[in-house]
């Protein structure tokens, strides 16, 4: 099967300072998402990213489906950007989202 | 709108014992997952559900049945309930199969003692 494979598995800044997280994929993907799970345990949707660049706010993403990764970039970081962040990929031999391991982000005051 | 709904949230199961994990959509998507996450890793398929009327065994499936009983509904059962079975569980929904975006359930927390 596919391969994901998110780096750096641990981070921690202190407020306001920019990060980015990588995902690295063995395969081609039909989709791409990023999540945040929140110390609640929450999965929220950040970016649906098969390809090319997107910005919310502070957040933005960028895929390059060609050479198999993508980016997640968090500036000017908040407390509240603390968690752990997914990468997940669709791919054509399977159903459903193969997930990296995740990058568990603690952002202190 | 609510999304994806899952119940229970919490539960304690003693082995051997059975339950079934409910979860609804309201966003009228075709096709419905389960996934298990345990401690430091990601979540991993079960089973799925690529439309109304048809189940697929996922990553992991095994000491799992599923049924998906109308378009909204996606229920997960545990027939006989060991520790292994200690997980987080997420119910999701996407409008089809692999090329549209995911929306997650909040997650049940299950402990089988």
């Known amino acids: 099967g596919i391969q994901v494979e998110q780096s750096p598995p641990d981070l921690i800044l202190q407020e306001g300072a920019n990060s980015t997280l990588r995902c690295n994929f063995s395969?081609?993907?039909?989709?791409l998402q990023w999540f945040h799970q929140n110390p609640w345990g929450q999965l929220i949707n950040l970016f649906y990213?098969?390809?090319g660049t997107k910005q919310n706010g502070r957040l933005s993403a960028t895929t390059v489906a060609t050479e198999r990764y993508s980016l997640l970039y968090i500036s000017s970081s908040q407390t509240t950007d603390s968690g752990v962040y997914f990468c997940?990929?669709?791919?054509?031999?399977?159903?459903?989202?193969?997930f990296g391991k995740g990058t568990h982000l603690i952002i202190q005051p | 709108n609510a999304g994806v709904t899952q119940t229970p949230k919490f539960q304690v199961l003693k082995t051997g014992q059975s339950m079934t994990l409910q979860c609804a959509q309201d966003?009228?998507?075709?096709?419905m997952y389960w996934y298990r996450q345990d401690p430091g890793m990601g979540l991993r398929l079960i089973y799925y559900?690529?439309?109304?009327?048809?189940?697929d065994k996922g990553e992991v499936p095994n000491g799992y049945n599923v049924s998906r009983l109308n378009k909204r509904e996606f229920s997960l059962r545990l027939e006989s309930a060991a520790p292994s079975q200690t997980s987080v569980y997420f119910c999701?929904?996407?409008?089809?199969?692999?090329?549209?975006?995911?929306?997650f359930g909040q997650g049940t927390r299950l402990t089988v003692v």
């Open positions: 966003m009228n998507h075709n096709s």
């Open positions: 395969d081609s993907v039909n989709n």
């Open positions: 559900s690529a439309s109304e009327g048809t189940t």
């Open positions: 990213i098969p390809s």
């Open positions: 997940a990929v669709a791919w054509g031999g399977a159903d459903g989202l193969t």
């Open positions: 999701a929904s996407s409008a089809s199969r692999m090329n549209t975006e995911a929306f």
